[in-house]
Nanobody
Framework: QVQLVESGGGLVQAGGSLRLSCAAS????????MGWFRQAPGKEREFVATIRWSEGTYADSVKCRFTISRDNGKNTVYLQMNSLKVEDTAVYYC??????????????????WGQGTQVTVSS
C-alpha cells in the first residue's frame, strides 16, 4: 500500500495559478489510479480529477482550468490549477486506488488518502 504526502498549497489571488504535488511511497505507483478531491468549509468532500495512465478525467467545475498529470519515475501526481476562483478555496486531498481498470470519481473507490493541503483563493 502506498503512503501519500501532498504539497504546494497556499494563498493565491483569483485568476492565479498553483501546482499541487502528491508524492507516493512504494514501488508499484504505476499500478495505482490517482485522484484529487477537495473539501470546502461546511461542504462535503468532492471529486476534482483522476488519472490512470496519462489522460485525466475532471469534474465539470474545474474542466479546462485544472490539469492532472503523473510522473511514475518520481512516484508523483500533480494538479496544475489555473484561472483560480474564490470558490476553489478548499483543502485538497490526494488519493490512490489500486488498479487501472476503471475511472474512479467516488471517495469510496479510493484506498489511501493524503493528509490534505490548503488552497485559499482571495478576491
Amino acid at each position: 500500500q502506498v503512503q501519500l504526502v501532498e504539497s504546494g498549497g497556499g494563498l493565491v489571488q483569483a485568476g492565479g495559478s498553483l501546482r499541487l504535488s502528491c508524492a507516493a511511497s512504494g514501488r508499484t505507483f504505476s499500478h495505482y489510479a490517482m485522484g484529487w478531491f477537495r473539501q470546502a468549509p461546511g461542504k462535503e468532500r468532492e471529486f476534482v480529477a483522476t488519472i490512470r495512465w496519462s489522460e485525466g478525467t475532471y469534474a465539470d467545475s474545474v474542466k479546462c482550468r485544472f490539469t492532472i498529470s503523473r510522473d511514475n519515475g518520481k512516484n508523483t501526481v500533480y494538479l496544475q490549477m489555473n484561472s483560480l476562483k474564490v470558490e476553489d478555496t478548499a483543502v485538497y486531498y490526494c488519493a490512490a486506488r489500486y488498479g487501472l481498470g476503471t475511472i474512479a470519481s467516488r471517495e469510496y473507490e479510493y484506498d489511501t488518502w493524503g493528509q490534505g493541503t490548503q488552497v485559499t483563493v482571495s478576491s
